[in-house]
Every structure is written in structure tokens, then in C-alpha cells.
């Protein structure tokens, strides 16, 4: 059987030029959470990761925490595992630009504006430039839980954004359960100094054997203290609620 570990990436540059990449908070987000691991005595046999930027360096973060060299690992990165453009998913609703969000009510204006975008993306109501539809979104990242289903068993760590893996098990864990999966799961997210915020998404899923096909199972990873708890809570914004 193999144990999948999904980590959305740790926090990242938003309102800076370059949100692709993470913060001085998203960096040691990352080691510590490859620090709990090590202390857990977790280890991987390989890893698969989207190809932007902040999941490559939440990768290596984890890699350090777990005194590792990025690279003693196989390492494999697919573009179905990247988030979606949230600028062309926004400009679907607000085609004018968008000041900067540098205060609170510019946040959650532009939260407001993504969460429209998403809704009509979803329902196949837009069409973000530059960006496959909903529906091939959903069928990129089944495809990789499909080929990790039928690889040999393994411990298998994910390194993604939180719009692909509330996709894989959000909205009724629709593309699990169209390959013999179900479960449940929540995102969890620390958003204070110190807590965790690479993002768990943790559910306990067993996979039934069908003929030849390897039973995959996603493990809970409770990678905050009882301390850490206290500022941690679930958040929604990536499910498109």
C-alpha cells in the first residue's frame, strides 16, 4: 500500500512583484515542517511537486529540515500539480487591473473577485486566458493520482498549491472516488509566527484493490504541536466556498 503526504507550499510572496516565491515565514515554515518529520522519523521514497517556484523551494525547505540533500530523493515535477492563474481567473470578473492589496479591504476585495472567478470557472461560465477549463484541470491532477495508484507501494510526499489539492479532495472527492478512492479531509493552516503554515491537507483514505492495482492511503499529518493548535484553523479559501 502506498501512504500519500499532499503539503501545500508554504506561504508565499502575495502583494510582492514576484508571488512566486516564498516569504522569510514560507521558508521556515517548510524546514519545520521537514523538522517534525525527522523527529517523527517520517522518511519518502519519492517526490512529486508542481513546477512553480514556490513548490520547488518549499520542497528544498522541507529537504533541510529533514537533513536532507534536496536531490537524494527522486524528485518528479508535473505541471498539472500548479495552482491556477489567479489573475486570469480574476479578470474574468474584473477585467480593469487591480490596485495593490495593501490594506485589509483591498484583501479581501481581490479574495472576493477570486472567489467569483472561481465559481464561474468552475461552472464553465469563463474561460481564464491562458488557462485549460475546469474540467481538464480536474482530469491533470486525476491523472496523477491515477499514476500514483498503479505505481509499485511507496511513501509518496506531494508539494502542490491548495487550488489542485482541494480540487483532488474537496466538491465530494469527486476525482478519488472516480478511481475506487473515498475519504475525507480538511486544510489546515497556521497563520502565525511559529505555527505551521505549509498547508496539510490530511484524510485517511484506502484505496480497494482492483486486479493488479496498488491501494494508495493518505495519511493525516498532525505536523503542529498542542501549543501550535491554538492559532491554527481550518480555512476554505482555497475549496472555492
Known amino acids: 500500500m502506498s501512504t500519500l503526504h499532499l503539503v501545500r507550499h508554504g506561504q508565499a510572496s502575495f502583494g510582492a512583484d514576484d508571488y512566486d516565491r516564498l516569504s522569510e515565514l514560507g521558508w521556515r515554515q517548510s524546514r519545520r515542517l521537514g523538522e517534525y518529520?525527522?523527529?517523527?522519523?517520517?522518511?519518502?521514497?519519492?517526490?512529486?511537486?508542481?513546477?512553480?517556484?514556490?513548490?520547488?523551494?518549499?520542497?528544498?525547505?522541507i529537504a533541510e529540515g529533514l537533513g536532507l540533500d534536496a536531490q537524494a530523493l527522486p524528485v518528479r515535477t508535473t505541471p498539472k500539480l500548479n495552482e491556477y492563474d489567479s489573475a486570469a481567473v480574476i479578470a474574468t470578473v474584473h477585467p480593469e487591473p487591480l490596485p495593490k492589496a495593501d490594506t485589509p479591504e483591498l484583501y479581501r476585495h481581490h479574495f472576493r473577485l477570486l472567489r467569483e472567478g472561481l465559481h464561474r470557472w468552475m461552472q464553465g461560465q469563463a474561460q481564464p486566458v491562458g488557462m485549460p477549463?475546469?474540467?481538464?484541470?480536474?482530469?491533470?491532477?486525476?491523472?496523477?493520482?491515477?499514476?500514483?495508484?498503479?505505481?509499485?507501494?511507496g511513501r509518496v510526499l506531494v508539494v502542490s498549491s491548495g487550488g489542485p489539492i482541494a480540487t483532488a479532495v474537496?466538491?465530494?472527492?469527486?476525482?478519488?472516488?472516480?478511481?475506487?478512492?473515498?475519504?475525507?479531509?480538511?486544510?489546515?493552516?497556521?497563520?502565525?509566527?511559529?505555527?505551521?503554515?505549509a498547508h496539510i491537507m490530511s484524510l485517511p483514505i484506502e484505496r480497494e484493490r482492483r486486479n493488479d492495482r496498488t491501494p494508495v492511503r493518505c495519511l493525516v499529518c498532525?505536523?503542529?504541536?498542542?501549543?501550535?493548535?491554538?492559532?491554527?484553523?481550518?480555512?476554505?479559501?482555497?475549496?472555492g466556498i
Open 37 to 61: 518529520w525527522k523527529g517523527k522519523g517520517q522518511q519518502f521514497d519519492q517526490v512529486i511537486m508542481g513546477t512553480l517556484r514556490r513548490h520547488e523551494e518549499t520542497w528544498r525547505g
Open 133 to 153: 477549463s475546469y474540467a481538464d484541470f480536474k482530469a491533470g491532477i486525476a491523472e496523477v493520482l491515477q499514476e500514483i495508484s498503479l505505481a509499485a507501494p
Open 222 to 239: 498532525p505536523a503542529v504541536s498542542g501549543q501550535d493548535r491554538k492559532s491554527t484553523r481550518l480555512n476554505s479559501s482555497h475549496l
Open 170 to 197: 474537496g466538491h465530494g472527492g469527486e476525482p478519488l472516488a472516480d478511481r475506487g478512492l473515498s475519504g475525507t479531509g480538511s486544510a489546515g493552516h497556521a497563520d502565525q509566527e511559529g505555527a505551521l503554515g
